[in-house]
Nanobody, 120 residues
Framework: QVQLVESGGGLVQPGGSLRLSCAAS????????MGWYRQAPGKQRELVAR???????IDADSVKGRFTISRDNAKSTVSLQMNSLKPGDTAVYYC??????????????WGQGTLVTISS
C-alpha cells in the first residue's frame, strides 16, 4: 500500500505565501505523475498543477506565475509553493500521486487534504 501525508496548509492574508508538501511512503517502485488539486466550497475538484517524472509541469491558468510545483524523486515528495495568494485560492488542497508498486501494479492515491484559507 501507498500512503500520502500532506502538510503546510493554514490561514494567510491576501498577498501572502504558503508551501504545501506531500510525502509518499509504502510499497513504491516508481512514482510517475504527481500533482495538486483543490476543491473550494460548492465547487468541483480542479487541477492546480502537475509534474511528471521528468519535471515537465502543467499549471492551471488561474495559478500561472504565482504557484510552482516541484518534486524530489529521491525523497518521494511533491511540493507546491504558493505566492501572491488571493481569496479565490481558498480551498482544500489534495495531493495526487500515480505510480507503480513493488508488485508492479499501477496505483493512484489521494492525500487527506489540507485546508488553505486566504483572508484578511
Amino acid at each position: 500500500q501507498v500512503q500520502l501525508v500532506e502538510s503546510g496548509g493554514g490561514l494567510v492574508q491576501p498577498g501572502g505565501s504558503l508551501r504545501l508538501s506531500c510525502a509518499a511512503s509504502g510499497s513504491i517502485f516508481r512514482l510517475n505523475d504527481m500533482g495538486w488539486y483543490r476543491q473550494a466550497p460548492g465547487k468541483q475538484r480542479e487541477l492546480v498543477a502537475r509534474i511528471d517524472r521528468g519535471g515537465t509541469t502543467i499549471d492551471a491558468d488561474s495559478v500561472k506565475g504565482r504557484f510552482t510545483i516541484s518534486r524530489d524523486n529521491a525523497k518521494s515528495t511533491v511540493s507546491l509553493q504558493m505566492n501572491s495568494l488571493k481569496p479565490g485560492d481558498t480551498a482544500v488542497y489534495y495531493c495526487n500521486i500515480k505510480g507503480t508498486s513493488t508488485t508492479f501494479k499501477y496505483f493512484e492515491v489521494w492525500g487527506q487534504g489540507t485546508l488553505v484559507t486566504i483572508s484578511s
